[in-house]
C-alpha cells in the first residue's frame, strides 16, 4: 500500500472530502438533518468571509486609483458596492428570495449593480481613446 501522497489530484481529493462529510452526516443518524443544517450555515458564512476577503484584496490593491476618480465616480462605485453587499446580506440573514419573484428582484438589483461597477470602472479608464 503506497502512503498518503499531498499532491493528489483535486478532483479526488474534492470527491474525498465530500464523501466524508456524506459520511459523517450518516453516521450523526437521526441527528444528521440538525448537523447537516449546521454544516450548511458553516458554509454560507465561510462563503460570505471568502467574498468579502477578495473583494477587500481587490479595493486595497487599487484604492489609491479610486481615489483619484471624480467625485461621482466614486458615490456610484461605492454605492453599488454598498448595495450589492446589502442584498447578499439580506438573502443570508433572512428567507429571502423566498419566491420567484423575490428571486427576480434579487438576481435584479445584482444585475444592476454589477452594471453600474463595471460602467464606472470603464469610464474611468478610456485614456480618452
Known amino acids: 500500500m503506497t502512503d498518503w501522497d499531498p499532491r493528489t489530484n ?5 470527491f474525498l472530502i465530500i464523501l466524508a462529510v456524506a459520511a459523517l452526516i450518516t453516521a450523526a443518524g437521526r441527528g ?3 448537523a447537516l443544517g449546521t454544516f450548511l450555515l458553516i458554509l454560507r458564512i465561510a462563503f460570505i ?3 468579502a476577503i477578495v473583494l477587500f484584496r481587490l479595493w486595497r490593491s487599487r484604492r489609491e ?18 448595495l450589492a453587499f446589502a442584498n447578499v446580506l439580506a438573502n443570508f440573514f433572512t428567507t429571502y428570495p423566498a419566491g420567484a419573484l423575490e428571486a427576480l428582484v434579487f438576481f435584479g438589483v445584482l444585475g444592476a449593480c454589477a452594471y ?4 464606472t470602472w470603464r469610464d474611468q479608464h478610456t485614456y480618452g481613446y
Not at 65 to 82: D, K, N, Q, S, T
Not at 116 to 119: E, F, K, P
Open 32 to 34: 444528521g438533518a440538525i
Open 49 to 51: 468571509v471568502v467574498i
Open 65 to 82: 486609483e479610486i481615489a483619484e476618480w471624480p467625485l461621482r465616480a466614486r458615490v456610484v462605485f461605492y454605492g453599488a458596492a454598498a
Open 10 to 14: 483535486g478532483t479526488l481529493r474534492g
Open 116 to 119: 453600474a461597477l463595471v460602467r
